[in-house]
Each structure stands twice: as structure tokens, then as C-alpha cells.
């Protein structure tokens, strides 16, 4: 199973650091140096694919932070890859926890209206600076209408044809995303996400926003969240002949670690009856914030 489980990180300015999270229990900030030995650790128990977020140490309307070889996540691929030859190294590609504002693309000029060619722009420029790091898959979030194809086109025209994209295609503006945006400091400072990621009641919406992006090119594709929306991974797995991602998210790991703590379930036969629920619908792959309790786990049995 380790080998289908993709282990997030979040990764911060600095050296020495390992910051709790307040209402993400078991997960941390990382700066680039505890990174490195908490990937090591997860190696060793047969982990070897990373999801990576960037948390800058500024931020501005434009997302300058997120961009170029001095990036957060830019700069913590270059580490991780030479660290480590077999690790596969996702990256999130997104704007939210650049900007000021909150949101996941850049705005038209005196507007709080995304502006669409500015907004492609910036994540191709994102994405560029994550693969002249050495990244493996870029992993695009902002649900931008055209971004696969706009990255896919980037990559290619400076030779990264090797880079591959995986497309957070059926992104739903859900409920259980609340221990994340503490974590990347990235909810949105006014309105919601409502625009541009899909209404948990259009499961149909959800598969032409597959279809498209494998049209663009994304060499996977993913739904987001996982838990409410097993019936979309189960329709995509039937309909889509392309590997499949499925998010486990914030939000759903945490109602498993706060109910185990209340003694309301065992944590472990939780995680891995939702684990193997979210697998049985489908998926190809699932991103978890469990994956190193899975691991050890696994290990012991």
C-alpha cells in the first residue's frame, strides 16, 4: 500500500524548525533542514512520494513569493532531489498562500474578479521555477480553467517534457479544508472559493473537469476531498482510463485523530477502513496525512 500513498508536507523559511499545528494534530512546519529528516524517516518506512507546500515568509497581491529559484518550494525541491535519489516529489502549484488576499489566482486591476490570463501566467511561471529545481510532478490547484494546458505548454517550450502534471481536476469547495488553510495560512481574507471550485451537489461537473484536463495533457488527475465524494472517484475510475488521485484531506484527518483521542474509535482500524474505502472506489493513488501512521502500521503487521 505504501507505494500508492502520497505523504503532504509543508515547508517554511528557516532553519531548525519544527512548528505544531494548532488544530492539525500530528503534523508540522517544516523548515528545508527538519525536512530532509523527516522525509528520511518516512523513506525508512517505505514512503517514497511527497506532496510539497511552499508557505512564504511574505507575501503581496501578486504572489512574487511563489515564483523563481528563490521560492520556498523551489528551494526545497533542489534540497529534497539531492538528498535523496528516489523520492518522487510532488508539488502544489497554487497562489493562495502567496497572496494577501487569500485567494488562488491574481485579480483584475481595482477588481476582486480573477483575472485569467494573469492568473495562468503566474502558476506557468510557478511551475517552471519548481521543474528547473528538479521537481517530478507539478501539481496544479487553483481549478483555473485552461492551467494544465497553459503548464504543459510552459514546461515543453523550456525543454521539461519530463515533468509530469498531476491536475487537481475535481476540486470541490468543500468544509473539510479548514486545518489546512491554518496550516498554509491561506483561507481567503474575504468571499470564499465558491467561483472557481465545483458545488459538492454537481458530481457531474466534476467529470468534464477530468475529462478536460486530460485533454490538456495532465498525466493524472484527482478529486478532492475524498471521504464525501467517493461516488465521483468511483464514476472517474469507471469512466477514465488514467491514473487517478483521490485527496484525503485535512479536515477528515482530523475528525479520525480528535475522535480517537475522545476514545470514540480505534484510530488505526479507523484510517485504514477510510483508507481502504477511498482505494476500493477507485483510486490509483491517495494522498493522505495518515501516511506515515499507515506505514508504521503496515510495518508492524
Known sequence: MENNIIYPYFVVEGRN?????????????FSA?????DVSE????GLSKILLFGIPSRKDSEAVSACGPGSIAAKAVKSLKKEFKDL???TDVCLCAYTTHGHCGLFKEG???????????????????????????????????????????????????????????AKFASNFYGPFREAADSAPAFGDRSGYQLNYTDPAAALREITQDIKEGADIVMVKPALSYLDVIK?????????LAAFNVSGEYA?????????????????LEIISSIKRAGADLIITYHAKDIAK???KT
Not at 255 to 269: H, I, P, S, T
Open 17 to 29: 524548525k519544527k512548528q505544531e499545528i494548532k488544530n492539525f494534530p500530528g503534523i508540522y512546519r
Open 33 to 37: 533542514d527538519t525536512l530532509l529528516k
Open 42 to 45: 518516512a523513506g525508512s518506512l
Open 88 to 90: 518522487t516529489v510532488f
Open 111 to 169: 477588481k476582486r474578479e480573477i483575472d485569467p490570463k494573469r492568473t495562468l501566467s503566474r502558476l506557468a511561471d510557478v511551475a517552471l521555477s519548481h521543474a528547473e529545481a528538479g521537481v517530478d510532478f507539478v501539481a496544479p490547484s487553483a481549478m483555473a480553467k485552461g492551467q494544465i494546458l497553459a503548464i504543459r505548454n510552459a514546461l515543453d517550450k523550456r525543454g521539461f517534457r519530463n515533468v509530469k502534471i498531476m491536475g487537481y481536476s
Open 235 to 243: 464514476q472517474a475510475s469507471l469512466k477514465f482510463d488514467h491514473p
Open 255 to 271: 475528525l479520525v485523530k480528535y475522535g480517537a483521542g475522545r476514545g470514540l474509535w480505534d484510530e488505526k482500524k479507523m484510517t
Open 297 to 299: 502500521w503496515l510495518k
